[in-house]
């Protein structure tokens, strides 16, 4: 049963006379790499292809740009000395209503990537269990739902769950990776798609690495979750790095070799690029494992997405940034209140896009969390900034940002600001909940 607030958060970001568990630096790193790996990966390839080097040198930029971001991140939560939100970094810098602004605008993008990824679940699943395809909505409703209650039994049972779905998650990923140096030992490099004689183009290069960036979303999970995380000075800087690094190398060597090792159109019409360039160097039978370990990792990515979706109105609760409801925890330090009201919203997303095809509302839902997490890196970086923090990475991340949101263009920017305004009244109720407890 969830208790009533008000809600003290202590140094260690639990809540006062509760002791929930923490997530150490294995289970950090795979709430990092898990929030990034989810479904966007598996089809990326096939949204790449027309590109060809042009994707690979997109890869490069937006790994860049995300380590920077990410590095920054960790060295703002170093510097803070006990656990912190990417809301509270802002509101330190620049007031309560910036900090409200971007953690709301953040929660967003957080319940919108745990409905987005949910689809693509279903999408892969739905090649081992037909009638999943009948009513992807539905089935789509199951996979959040399922994974709410995962996370409503504790931290440490959504962590474990998500240590094990990582593990998992990766395999296809080794399995291309590895087949990958296979064939180029042993056809060279002859495989591969010549270079283009006019070279690079910067337009291109600027369309794929928009498109690259859906991928990356998610390396500020321990950041967000970092009352949840032991020792997160330490823990948080680690696994936001290691876990950013490690998923930008596998994405631009599997991504990369799909799209360059097999003929551009058709990856470009395969709706499941990583099966297609397994069947092709290896055979039928392992190929169609592929889309039941896509399928595991989205599940996986899920998980990782509810537990930060209900961290970050908790967190922002405990400051009034929020209103008090949202405050309320479980016995067990779970805010079970955030979480089944991100789950519903998710839901009703779900719901209020059905009409869209399967790859029009994964495209267009890809697009609008990116460009609202993209107020929160632009964000952090100013905050970065204004306190002489890793200022080089911060320029580096702030101009990278910038970039990126102009490579989503200008409709799904402007669908992303009003999304991000559209939280204020909550923020009004919050301050009038204040005012009423000062008099």
């Known amino acids: 049963m969830a208790s009533d607030l008000p809600v003290s958060v202590s140094a260690q970001g639990g809540v006062m006379g509760d002791a929930p568990r923490k997530l150490g630096i294995w ?9 990034m790996i989810g479904s966007g990966v598996f089809l990326l ?18 790994i860049a740009g995300a380590l920077c971001l990410a590095h920054v991140l960790a060295r703002l939560t170093a510097a803070a000395e006990g656990p912190i939100g990417p809301a509270e970094l802002v509101e330190r810098s620049f007031g309560p209503v910036a900090g409200f602004l971007i953690g709301f605008s953040f929660w967003v993008s957080v319940w919108a990537a745990t409905a987005t990824i949910s689809i693509g679940a279903v999408s892969y699943a739905a090649s081992f269990w037909s009638v999943l395809g ?40 080794i399995v291309v990776a590895a087949l990958i140096f296979l064939v180029l030992g042993h056809q060279g490099a002859a495989v591969i798609a010549p270079y283009p004689a006019a070279g690079l183009s910067l337009p291109l290069v600027n369309q794929a690495a928009a498109i690259t960036l859906w991928a990356m979303v998610g390396f500020e999970a321990a950041c967000a979750a970092s009352g949840r995380i032991a020792n997160p000075v ?4 680690r696994a936001t790095f290691i876990g950013a690094l490690l998923s930008g190398i596998f994405y631009l060597i ?4 799909i799209a360059l090792m097999l003929p551009a159109d058709r990856v470009a019409t395969s709706n499941a690029p990583f099966e297609l360039f397994v069947a092709t160097f290896w055979s039928q039978g392992p190929a169609a494992f592929i889309g039941l370990f896509a399928a595991i990792s989205a599940v ?19 400051r009034r940034l929020m209103p008090r409801w949202f405050g309320a925890a479980a016995a067990n330090g779970v805010p079970v209140r955030a979480v089944l009201v991100a789950s519903v919203l998710a839901t009703l ?38 306190r002489r923090i890793a200022v080089p990475f911060a320029v580096v991340g702030l101009i990278f940002g910038l970039w990126s949101l102009w490579g989503a263009g200008l409709t799904v920017s402007v669908y992303a600001f009003l999304l991000m305004v559209a939280g204020l009244p909550l923020y009004g109720w919050a301050q009038w909940e204040r005012r009423a407890a000062q008099s």
Request: hydrophobic letters at 55%.
């Open 254 to 257: 599997v991504c990369s070799g």
């Open 134 to 173: 009948v009513h992807p909505a539905l089935s789509a409703t199951g996979v959040i739902w399922a994974v709410t209650l995962v996370n409503l039994v504790g931290t440490r049972t959504a962590g474990g769950f998500q240590l094990v779905t990582t593990a998992l998650k990766l395999v296809p990923l």
């Open 27 to 35: 289970m950090s790193i795979a709430l990092v790499a898990g929030s």
């Open 300 to 318: 996986g990515a899920v998980n990782g997405w509810v537990l930060v979706q209900g961290e970050v109105p908790f967190e922002m609760a405990a």
């Open 234 to 237: 330490r823990n948080v800087p």
């Open 349 to 386: 997303l779900v719901f209020t896009n059905s009409s869209r095809s399967m790859a029009g509302l994964f495209t267009f839902m890809a697009l609008l969390t990116t460009s609202v997490t993209l107020w929160l890196y632009l964000a952090c970086a100013l905050v970065a900034l204004k």
């Open 45 to 62: 390839p096939a949204s790449l292809a027309p590109y060809g080097w042009n994707a690979v040198a997109g890869w490069v930029v937006t």
